[in-house]
């Protein structure tokens, strides 16, 4: 009889390199500078880097 090999389960592997990292940091810097702005009363430039941060350099530290 012949013996079959078992294949292992292909584990995900998620690779968090530089680009992750710098595209993370991006964002929180970008998050933490949007309510700052805030706090401090300026109604376009807050919404905007708080957009960028969320809705853009997060997304992209974790897919990149």
């Known amino acids: 009889m012949a013996r079959t090999r078992r294949k292992r389960a292909a584990t ?3 690779k968090f390199t530089r680009v ?3 595209f ?3 964002g929180l810097v970008s998050i933490t500078l949007g ?9 376009t430039l807050a919404p905007a880097l708080l957009v960028l941060g969320y809705v853009v350099l ?7």
Do not use: D, K
């Not at 309510?35 to 109604?43: K, Y």
């Not at 997060?58 to 990149?64: F, K, T």
């Open 12 to 14: 995900p592997t998620l």
């Open 20 to 22: 992750n990292l710098w």
């Open 24 to 26: 993370a940091l991006g």
């Open 35 to 43: 309510f700052v702005m805030l706090a401090q009363g300026s109604v």
């Open 58 to 64: 997060l997304p992209l530290a974790i897919i990149a």
